[in-house]
């Protein structure tokens, strides 16, 4: 599969991810779509709860379905939502998007309300990541 095969198919994927969305407080649906390195596509959406702050991404629902299949690397990842507004990852997702790429090249297809493709990496979402340590005596 192409690049851009590949970016159309994860988008696709994405937006059946966002029909599963549960986002009754902000009314802003996402989905999103990783592929893993095992070429199985991992879908996921945002999971809100009434309890605001308990409310998990799109991005990280799909990395987490991922890792909890068996498959600890992605090698590209689509998030879409509808309306105003973008889905760029927020903080949170991006560290958990820098744990499991496969490089900091790998592709982050963003689509927003208008449609439009936000082409970007996990490097350039994540400069500088905070990846591993050394555990201190
Ligand atoms: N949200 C995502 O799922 N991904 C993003 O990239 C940004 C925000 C969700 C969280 C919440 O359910 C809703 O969008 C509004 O913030």
Redesign the pocket.
Known sequence: MSREELRDKLIEEAWEGLKNSY?P??K?P?G?AAMGADGTVYRGC?I?NVSYGL?V???RTAIFNMVAHGCKTFTALA?V?KGNGD????GA?RQVLGEFCESLDTPIYIVGGDGKVLETTVGECMPYPFLKFEPQE
Do not use: I
Not at 87 to 90: E, L, V
């Open positions: 986002s407080y902000s802003f996402v999103a945002n809100e409310t991404c799109g991005e998030v939502s889905s760029a990852p927020c997702c």
